[in-house]
């Protein structure tokens, strides 16, 4: 009997040896995060790892409907210029970014039958929209999509918070979770452009993390993987490169 285990090791890029590849031509999902601020209640990684485990989680699903799918490790470091006035972010750049991406495009898919770019931070949405349009105009299947949830709060709030309750219980400290900002982002936008993220949010954080739970959690990471699903198996890409998703979806990581 497959494990668990045995089948996110089977999907792991990573883990793969080059013969078990000659031959097959797999769709490559990328995780793409951040290393930033994340209020003082949740990890600096929080965006990739949120990213990471909803890919892993589809990829998954897929492969047990016979997909040829493997999922590579994740692009940890993005775009975060925004949340540079808080110790511990490390930002690339969105140039930086943008090199990587189109680079692991360009490389992936000489064997890859196409790369989805799986977004867990909102600041690295113009970067990827860059880099696939480059990529699709250069003749390669690329696309990308970000972990979006309807309706979601801001960065380090609720959604956020009850979505690493669930995943990495052990990774946040409900006791140092508070308030933050939590007026509309498109009233605090002209601010945190000027500013950055601790003009508007002393703490790091723009939205309520105190009214989070593990059980929201599950179902909002079920819904997202569930999105991510429907979405690889009949890929429609935009103009910009994005797999086709309501408009009412906020990436997780936003801003």
């Not at 930002?91 to 799986?118: D, H, K, M, P, Y």
């Not at 690889?232 to 936003?254: C, I, K």
């Amino acid at each position: 009997m497959t494990t668990g285990k045995a089948r996110g090791a089977a999907l792991s890029l990573g883990q793969q040896r080059w013969p078990k590849l000659d031959g097959r031509h797999p769709l490559l999902l990328v995780p793409v995060g951040s290393v930033e601020q994340h209020g003082p209640h949740l990890p600096l990684c929080t965006d990739s790892l949120v990213a990471n485990a909803v890919t892993c989680a589809a990829a998954e699903r897929l492969g047990a409907e016979g997909e040829d799918v493997l999922v590579t490790p994740a692009v940890s470091f993005g775009a975060s210029g925004e949340h540079e006035g808080f110790p511990g972010t490390v930002s690339i750049g969105a140039e930086a970014l943008g090199r990587v991406l189109t680079e692991i495009g360009r490389s992936a898919c000489r064997w890859a039958r196409g790369v989805i770019f799986v977004n867990g931070h909102g600041g690295n949405t113009a970067t990827l929209v860059g880099a696939a349009r480059l990529l699709r105009y250069e003749g390669r299947a690329v696309a990308w999509t970000s972990c979006g949830v309807p309706g979601g709060d801001g960065h380090a709030g609720d959604t956020e918070t009850s979505l690493l309750r669930h995943l990495a219980p052990w990774a946040v400290r409900v006791d140092l979770a508070e308030r933050g900002a939590t007026e509309p982002l498109t009233t605090l936008m002209p601010r945190l452009v000027s500013g950055g993220v601790r003009s508007v949010s002393p703490n790091g954080v723009l939205g309520d993390p105190t009214r989070s739970s593990a059980e929201r959690g599950r179902e909002i990471f079920g819904a997202m993987v569930r999105a991510l699903v429907t979405e690889l198996r009949l890929p429609d890409v935009a103009d910009d490169g994005r797999l086709g998703r309501s408009t009412d979806q906020v990436p997780v990581g936003a801003p």
